[in-house]
């Protein structure tokens, strides 16, 4: 039997540049898992192709989807839902390949609780560890500014304690080699390898 793949899970903050990085991921040659395409209602952007970027679909296509169960996670942001396709997931995860997902925050807590044990990283402005400090320090803002951007970062850094790994997003190339080498690290983790050679000694 084939050893299942790895699920990937890159996700963070509205605007950290998920987005970018996921396609930096996908525009390197070697890159060796799987990107599984969403769905979701919102109108394709200009060079944006359908099954590419994303399955485009209606609100009522979406709803239907939902009520079949045929996601593995959905959230609506911005007025717009996003899902991801269930069945290609557990495929690819089957046949042995590793699979990518970039979503927001709220897909990543569901898959968090069906996939306990995937990789889930967490994207973070450069800012943002810095960001308490520097807002206190400064102390130019308006009371009310440095309370919104305070609560905003708490808010945020509390995000991550669902997640295994944190990755600034300070240059998209720093960025994505980091997340390639938390996969590689992944991929040797004694909790994933060693079921591999107890079967192995087993055997003998
Ligand atoms: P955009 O409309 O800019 O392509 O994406 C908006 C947000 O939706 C981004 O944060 C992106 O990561 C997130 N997103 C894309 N696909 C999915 C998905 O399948 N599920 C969830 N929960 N979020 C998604």
Redesign the pocket.
Known sequence: MKEKGLLIVL?GP?GVG??TVRKEIFSQPDTAFEY?I???T?QP?EGEVDGV??FFKSRKEFESLIQQDKLL???E??G?Y???PVDYVKETLESGKDVF????V???R?VREKFPDGLFIFLVPPSLLELKNRIVTRGTEPAHVINNRMTVAKEEIEMMNLYDYVVENDQVELACDRINSIVVAEHCRRTRVEPRYIKMLEAE
Request: proline share 0%; glycine share 10%; charged share 25%.
């Open positions: 996700s509205s998920k987005g599984s969403s769905m979701t919102r952007r970027d994303y996670e959905y959230a942001f911005v717009n996003y899902g991801t997902l970039e979503i927001e709220q897909g990543a569901q």
